[in-house]
């Protein structure tokens, strides 16, 4: 049990850190062409690290909740597109935030599967609403 605290505040500094280094590290950039191109790195990354929760996901959760979580992902997309889009322009800062929480949220829910403890309801819910 002791080794469990020290790993869990281990993961809640980075998961700090990554927020803060989301936040602070394009600020450094003079030009506009340099921070919208840090900008972009980071909205490639975080839709990266979610791709590979959802994978990881799905290659864990059994029938029929993993063909529900397809269609689930495909309500969260349409729910960060209308949340991070204005006027044809994507909000950089919003659609990190949003991909990070909806990966959080896969990543928890494959720990839970590769645990034995696998709940289709939590893996098929809009926990964004």
């Given at each position: 049990?002791?080794?469990?605290?020290?790993?869990?505040?281990?993961?809640?500094?980075?998961?700090?850190?990554?927020?803060?280094y989301?936040?602070?590290?394009?600020?450094?950039?003079?030009?506009?062409?340099?921070?919208?191109?840090?900008?972009?790195?980071?909205?490639?990354?975080?839709?990266?690290?979610?791709?590979?929760?959802?994978?990881?996901?799905?290659?864990?959760?059994?029938?029929?909740?993993?063909?529900?979580?397809?269609?689930?992902?495909?309500?969260?997309?349409?729910?960060?597109?209308?949340?991070?889009?204005?006027?044809?322009?994507?909000?950089?800062?919003?659609?990190?935030?949003?991909?990070?929480?909806?990966?959080?949220?896969?990543?928890?829910?494959?720990?839970?599967?590769?645990?034995?403890?696998?709940?289709?309801?939590?893996?098929v819910?809009?926990?964004w609403?």
């Open positions: 049990m002791k080794t469990i605290f020290p790993a869990l505040a281990f993961a809640l500094l980075g998961l700090a850190a990554g927020n803060a989301a936040q602070g590290e394009c600020d450094k950039y003079r030009t506009s062409y340099d921070k919208t191109y840090c900008f972009a790195k980071l909205f490639l990354e975080s839709d990266k690290e979610l791709n590979a929760a959802y994978n990881d996901l799905r290659g864990v959760a059994k029938e029929p909740a993993k063909s529900q979580l397809k269609q689930t992902q495909l309500q969260w997309i349409k729910h960060r597109d209308a949340s991070c889009e204005n006027s044809g322009s994507i909000n950089v800062d919003c659609n990190y935030r949003v991909n990070r929480e909806r990966t959080e949220y896969l990543r928890d829910r494959a720990r839970e599967c590769k645990a034995g403890t696998c709940r289709a309801d939590m893996i819910k809009q926990s609403n």
